[in-house]
């Protein structure tokens, strides 16, 4: 048997400075400015590493994450995938490209086409891979589905989306971007939609099926009480950059970033003592991504935002703690 | 496939659409019927003949059962041939080279109305002297009329109507009329009964022959009718119902699919494509139609088939374009599109298996109240004198009937008879249409 060792840190995703900007244009056709969507975002991911993207509605996460899908194309920047550089890839290789990563989406229900069976979903990544004989695909469906306990699997096959409840909808979604045996898992807010009692079962799920398949997932979310379910680090964007990096524990128990600390002050436990309090939230909505203000972005929601420095410079990330990012002038080093 | 067997069983539960589907069946049987009763290359002849095939017919006769409203019977069309076994003919030699020919035509007559006409075709063989025809006509009540006396050529005709000596013999009545007549009666009743009509033919030579056909020419003729041509009408308006349905379905079909295809590839790529489309079908939707088809009719070609091509050309870049393409517009940033992408589906795979079966719905009940809107144009065409000059049509007849002043003659059936299938297979695909509109699109079931 030939058993590849494999380095613990072996890397999967790259991404260096990454930049999507979304044109807009005035009458159709003048240039009326950017819209950044996502500004010099960097980071890597290693193999059976799961990650969370941690934002505000409007922060550039989504654009983020369709880049990475290979949806949108960027505007500059590099995204290494696999030792693939996704701007080289063309017809087959993109596709192969895109075989390699799962796409977990937000809503189970618009997430599935109305009009095809389970068996029909679950069988068009194969047909669109290649899978030719019938009785294979039908295997590998199976097999999938019994791994997302959707059981029994013949039950299922010939039920159409509206005939599942919202659980088992979102089952059928990560059967979907399972069955190619992806690299990698993006998953987009999997839980948001669903009920508070269906959410750890699936989050659970989903970590079960990371550990088996050493899967590399990065999960998106606005919502921080559902990320320690789940990923080993967290990435805090805030206006189209990645303003905090670190260890999920560390990031929790001591957040550097004033934008981190106020996120995690918003997010709710229920807890009595919550019911009467009203959380600290910091002032003012998010900024345009058009003209985002300069220097740092956070500056004008900022409590300690330095006059003079915040303003003016633009924050490089810092490590004030060894694997503990934050780009925040408060860090700088003497 | 559960789902298409679901929407069946819900079409039950909708008496109209029972009653469309039922009219529907009856109209495809009857297509097939007529397609294989009288095949095309023999309808197209039947249509296009003249007298050659027809005269045995009564020129613009009503169908037959509009008898059942009179009081007063019409006569139908009788025909009797002398080659047939049912007319007995005897063949004597009398000596000399001669030959007597008796030939008998015995008919039951139990109408109160005359025939319109009377007529003896005859064909014979002779190479020097012409046989020579007397014929004796014996009514129910044993009277004997001497009819005709005279010599009949190889191919010749004798008109009853014609003989002025007859009409004199009968005392100044039309012979269609007077031989019918009971004796000494002042009512204009025919005499009912089984009548008789003995040809004596002595031929002059051994290798002379002779056969004739008596035909008496009603006034209703058939289940359709007759035209201005003697033509049997029952051929066009049997052909026409395949004719209109093959039209309306192709067109149909042709314009829906190839609208929904085009406006589902423009709004898929977008771009300079879509503002193509949207610009070429607000240019089209200013073009006048009818005109067009008018001109290229006139100029070019009327066949059905050049025809059909040119209302589905202008047709498919029609309003529904835009109609569609507002739904596409819609279903193209659905989530299931953009899995569609991320698990590598091709452009033309996504347009093929993703957008254009969420428009299905709306579409089926739309295809099926179309096609009448089709059917009917064809007929407007052939009314406006643009209808095929080959195919026998619904609308043909109709134009027929106008030029030859039907209603002005009190010929109703000629119009109305075409007009009802018209009318019918608009109504059939009309409550089709709508009782699936309404399976397809349960929201308008509460309105």
Redesign the interface.
């Known amino acids: 048997m030939s058993f590849k060792v494999r380095q613990p840190a072996e890397t999967l995703l790259s991404i260096r400075d990454l930049r999507v900007w979304y044109e807009l244009r005035r009458f159709g056709f003048g240039h009326a400015g950017y819209v950044k969507a996502v500004d010099g975002v960097s980071f890597d991911l290693d193999e059976g590493e799961t990650v969370a993207v941690v934002g505000e509605s409007g922060c550039g996460k989504s654009s983020l994450m369709?880049t990475i899908?290979?949806?949108n194309v960027p505007t500059s920047g590099g995204l290494v995938f696999e030792g693939k550089n996704l701007a080289d890839l063309k017809g087959n290789d993109?596709?192969d490209y895109?075989?390699g990563?799962g796409?977990v989406?937000?809503?189970p229900y618009?997430?599935?086409?109305?009009?095809?069976t389970v068996r029909q979903i679950l069988e068009?990544?194969l047909i669109?891979?290649g899978v030719k004989d019938k009785i294979e695909r039908l295997e590998r469906i199976h097999k999938t589905m019994s791994e997302v306990k959707l059981h029994p699997v013949d039950d299922f096959l010939?039920k159409?989306p509206h005939m599942l409840s919202g659980g088992q909808q979102q089952r059928v979604?990560i059967a979907?971007a399972m069955i190619?045996d992806p690299k990698m898992i993006v998953a987009d807010e999997p839980v948001s939609m669903l009920d508070a009692s269906v959410r750890v079962e699936i989050l659970k799920l989903l970590r079960a099926l990371q550990e088996k398949h050493r899967l590399s997932v990065i999960y998106i979310t606005h919502d921080l009480s559902t990320v320690k379910y789940f990923s080993a680090r967290i990435f805090v964007m805030y206006a189209g950059s990645l303003v905090e990096k670190a260890e999920t524990r560390r990031l929790l128990d001591n957040p550097l970033h004033p934008y981190t600390s106020a996120l995690l002050a918003a997010t709710s436990d229920p807890d009595a003592r919550n019911a009467d309090t009203f959380k600290e939230v910091p002032p003012g909505e998010p900024p345009s991504l058009v003209n985002p203000p300069k220097g740092c972005r956070f500056h004008p929601r900022c409590a300690k935002a330095i006059t003079g420095l915040c303003d003016e410079k633009e924050p490089i990330d810092f490590e004030p703690e060894p694997g503990h990012f934050a780009a925040c002038w408060l860090y700088q080093p003497e | 496939m559960i789902a298409f067997r679901n929407s069946m069983r819900d079409l039950g539960r909708y008496p109209s659409a029972v009653a469309g589907i039922v009219l529907i069946v009856v109209f495809i049987v009857v297509s097939i019927y007529a397609m294989v009763a009288v095949p095309y290359s023999e309808a197209i002849r039947l249509w296009r003949a003249d007298e050659g095939v027809w005269y045995k017919n009564p020129i613009s006769a009503p169908p037959a059962w509009t008898n059942l409203f009179r009081d007063q019977k019409l006569p139908e069309s009788m025909a009797f041939d002398s080659r047939d076994e049912s007319v007995p003919k005897t063949v004597m030699d009398i000596g000399k080279g001669l030959q007597e020919t008796v030939i008998t035509y015995t008919f039951d007559y139990s109408f109160d109305s005359f025939p319109k006409e009377m007529a003896l075709y005859f064909k014979s063989a002779y190479s020097q002297k012409q046989p020579y025809v007397s014929a004796l006509w014996i009514t129910p009540d044993g009277r004997e009329i001497r009819v005709m006396d005279a010599s009949a050529g190889s191919s010749s005709t004798y008109y009853f109507s014609q003989d002025s000596k007859l009409e004199r013999r009968l005392g100044g009545i039309k012979p269609a009329e007077g031989l019918f007549l009971p004796p000494e009666s002042d009512s204009h009743v025919a005499q009912r009964g089984e009548y008789q009509l003995r040809l004596t033919i002595l031929t002059f030579e051994p290798d002379s022959a002779i056969d004739a056909e008596f035909v008496l020419y009603g006034q209703v003729h058939g289940w359709a009718g007759t035209d201005h041509l003697r033509r049997d009408l029952s051929v066009a308006l049997l052909w026409g119902m395949p004719v209109a349905l093959a039209f309306g379905l192709l067109a149909a079909l042709g314009t829906t699919a190839l609208t929904m295809i085009i406006s589902a590839v423009g709004t898929w790529f977008g771009g300079w494509l879509d503002e193509l489309i949207q610009r070429f079908t607000e240019i089209n939707l200013v073009l006048p139609f009818l005109p067009i088809l008018i001109m290229v009719g006139t100029f070019y070609s009327r066949s059905i088939w050049v025809i059909l091509g040119v209302t589905i050309l202008l047709s498919i870049f029609s309003g529904q374009i835009k109609a569609y393409r507002a739904i596409f517009l819609q279903v193209k940033e659905t989530p299931y599109i953009e899995a569609a992408r991320s698990y590598g589906a091709s452009q033309w795979r996504i347009i093929f298996r993703y957008l254009i079966p969420r428009i299905i719905p709306v579409l089926i009940p739309q295809l099926v109240t179309i096609i009448p809107t089709f059917v009917f144009l064809e007929a407007s065409l052939a009314v406006l004198g643009l209808g095929d000059p080959v195919l026998p049509t619904w609308g043909k007849v109709i134009d027929d009937a106008r030029v030859n002043g039907a209603l002005f003659q009190g010929q109703y059936y000629w119009v109305l008879e075409p007009s009802v299938l018209l009318m019918l297979t608009g109504l059939a695909f009309a409550m089709l249409g709508f009782s699936l509109d309404r399976i397809f699109n349960p929201r308008l079931r509460g309105l």
Do not use: T
């Open positions: 369709k899908l290979a949806l993109l596709r895109r075989f990563i796409y989406q937000q809503d618009g997430a599935l086409p109305p009009f095809m068009e990544p669109i891979s010939q159409f979604v979907r190619l």
